[in-house]
């Protein structure tokens, strides 16, 4: 069980200066090593005493992994940046205006302060069965405790649950994953440029990690291409309070228009499954149609297909319908 | 090395929940370390294969030149038992040594499909087929203990040859009867536990110790499973087992090759050659 403790466990406290130093350490430290961004995940799992790692590599001190760089194909944001700093850029809110607002949805202006868009992306999931340290399959054991008849689960998945119903809480990933972002990791065999979709992992194929990083590995940087810079842009975050929660439900799209038809859009949506979900489906089903209500309608219910609530977690499905198609059709148009 | 992997549950009972994955590398190389020093011992230390008894000409000649071995049907189970037995042993383990990939839909329906192969195979061999025919019998132990005399140099009679089965075959298939069965009647209570179109999920079925024990047995007669599987497959391959893999094919033997290791009073290739040694044999009691 969880026990918070007044101090954390004792581990070694590793600082590098540069990202080829991060590299080294992680490197010789292996999978015991743990590595800290801006901590709002991390510190829990440590007072929790949940997570004993022998070492703890605090990137804070890479400068390399921080800021926002405009580039010939877009911007690259290093990993270590501040939400807030992401938030109030110039070039992020005046081309990309989606991940500002996703960014700008995040818990608290404090905790924006302090966390970074690495960490957002790759933070673990908050399912409190999992977070209070009891054996699930995410843990490592053979159940779920939410996927129980009498589970309280009323934030957990509706889709592509798979013996865990845990969600990715993250606000930036939908948003990365509209933008068409590439997510530039650091492994053991080099870098590694993998697009936005591909660095989630659902439990069907590891029930144990959210993201494709495994030990050793390291999200340095996101690159946003320039092909949805200026696009038509929606988000919008559900949450039970409006500061300082995660997502009950968020949705992201990047639409162009040719006239009032829709040209190219991606659309994403999280807190829904254990990975944020490109809703490819509704991509087909709009494109070349028009921007209205109708469109809307029609993609809000092609979104929850194959959708599956658990027992408190219904409201979910109208949810998702309703954000989807109030992304689609803009919120004005939607009735 | 650990064993199992245990855990505190929420009511602060100490649980197992599944076996060391570790185990997986320890099954693979233990059989592959069998078949190592088998390979060896029979390349370089095995003598020929010495057999007592002989074979009526009449008999011999009652024989056919393809002997019927397994049937159509039993051969239909045995390959898609194969067929889910692989799938479920890959979907299973695959992941645990880093190969991932969505497993669990395919690894029950595969379980499902064993299941079902098995429980046909049950009814089919206890009304259809000689259903003792693959169990060990007093012949087989008597010879076994001749076998290993020999083995450690002791003059004692050749042992006769085998019935329709080997023993090592009877052996193989008894040890495959408790890891399948194992795998199985776990298997059917864990699909309790995930979304299939069988069972509504109740994870509450059983305690968590009980659950935990269940993933216990699943996972050590999976790994055992490992271990018979590179066996099975070694000696399916290895050349003087070649005429037994292929009667798993097409569905005969040679006549040479029953004729060399197998007993037609044993094994009842024909009614004429089931017949001859018994009336011979209850003739000589007679006297």
């Not at chain 1, 080829?20 to 292996?30: C, I, M, T």
């Not at chain 1, 038509?232 to 559900?238: P, V």
């Not at chain 1, 809307?296 to 954000?323: C, D, H, S, W």
């Not at chain 2, 968590?208 to 399916?236: C, E, K, N, P, S």
Request: glycine share 6%; proline share 5%; hydrophobic share 50%.
């Amino acid at each position: 069980m969880a026990v918070i403790h007044d101090v954390m466990p004792a581990f070694l406290l590793l600082q590098p200066g540069s990202l080829a130093d991060a590299r080294k350490l992680l490197e010789r430290q292996g999978p015991d090593a743990w590595i800290l961004a801006g901590g709002l995940d991390s510190f829990d799992w440590l007072k929790d005493r949940m997570r004993k790692p022998k070492a703890l590599i605090d990137l804070s001190g890479v400068q390399e992994l921080k800021g926002v760089r405009s580039t010939p194909d877009g911007v690259e944001i290093g990993a270590m940046t501040t939400l807030t700093d992401v938030a109030n850029h110039p070039l992020i809110q005046q081309q990309y205006h989606l991940l500002a607002a996703a960014a700008e949805a995040v818990a608290s202006p404090q905790i924006r302060n302090q966390g970074t868009i690495g960490g957002n992306v790759s933070q673990d999931a908050r399912c409190w069965y999992y977070r209070a340290g009891w054996p699930c399959y995410r843990a490592g054991g053979n159940i779920c405790y939410a996927d129980t008849p009498d589970g309280r689960n009323r934030e957990h998945a509706i889709l592509h649950a798979q013996r865990c119903v845990a969600v990715n809480p993250s606000d930036t990933a939908p948003a990365l994953i509209a933008l068409d972002a590439k997510f530039v990791l650091q492994t053991a065999n080099g870098e590694r440029v993998i697009s936005a979709e591909d660095y989630f992992v659902g439990p069907d194929i590891d029930i144990t990690r959210l993201t494709i990083l495994r030990p050793g590995d390291l999200l340095s940087s996101i690159r946003i291409p320039a092909t949805w810079a200026g696009a038509q842009f929606y988000f919008e975050k559900i949450r039970d309070r409006q500061v300082w929660d995660f997502p009950l439900l968020n949705v992201a799209s990047a639409i162009t228009l040719s006239g009032d038809r829709i040209e190219r859009i991606r659309i994403a949506v999280n807190a829904v499954a254990a990975r944020p979900l490109r809703l490819a489906s509704v991509e087909r089903a709009v494109t070349g149609k028009s921007r209205n209500a109708a469109t809307g309608e029609m993609a809000g219910t092609v979104a929850v297909q194959g959708a599956v609530p658990l027992q408190f977690n219904g409201y979910k499905i109208p949810l998702m319908r309703n954000l989807v198609k109030r992304a689609i059709a803009g919120r004005q148009e939607a009735p | 090395m650990n064993v199992l992997q245990w855990a505190i549950d929420p009511r602060g009972h100490s649980v197992p929940i599944h076996i060391a994955w570790d185990l997986i590398q320890v099954a693979f190389v233990s059989a592959v370390a069998f078949l190592i020093v088998h390979a060896a011992y029979i390349r370089f230390f095995a003598g020929e294969k010495q057999w007592s008894g002989t074979t009526a000409p009449d008999v011999v000649a009652a024989i056919p030149e393809r002997v019927p071995r397994h049937t159509l049907v039993a051969r239909a189970f045995h390959w898609l038992m194969a067929a889910s037995m692989l799938t479920l042993l890959f979907t299973a383990f695959l992941p645990k040594v880093g190969v991932e990939f969505d497993w669990v839909t395919l690894h029950w329906i595969a379980g499902t499909v064993l299941a079902a192969s098995v429980v046909f195979h049950i009814i089919h061999a206890s009304f259809w087929l000689d259903f003792w025919a693959i169990w060990p019998d007093q012949t087989d132990i008597l010879d076994a203990i001749r076998r290993l005399r020999r083995f450690f140099g002791q003059a004692v009679p050749a042992p006769r040859r085998f019935a329709k089965y080997p023993l090592e075959n009877k052996g193989f298939h008894g040890a495959v009867i408790a890891a399948g069965l194992s795998v199985i009647a776990t298997g059917v209570f864990m699909m309790f536990r995930v979304r299939t179109i069988f069972f509504t999920r109740n994870p509450y079925l059983f305690t968590d110790v009980t659950w935990g024990w269940m993933y216990v047995l699943h996972g050590l007669a999976g790994v055992g499973l490992i271990a018979l599987v590179i066996i099975h497959v070694y000696f399916g391959v290895r050349p003087e087992k070649r005429p037994i893999t292929k009667s798993m094919i097409f569905g005969w033997m040679s006549r040479d090759f029953v004729l060399k290791e197998h007993d037609p009073a044993r094994w009842t290739v024909t009614a004429a050659a089931v017949r001859r040694p018994r009336e011979e044999e209850a003739l000589r009691d007679a006297s």
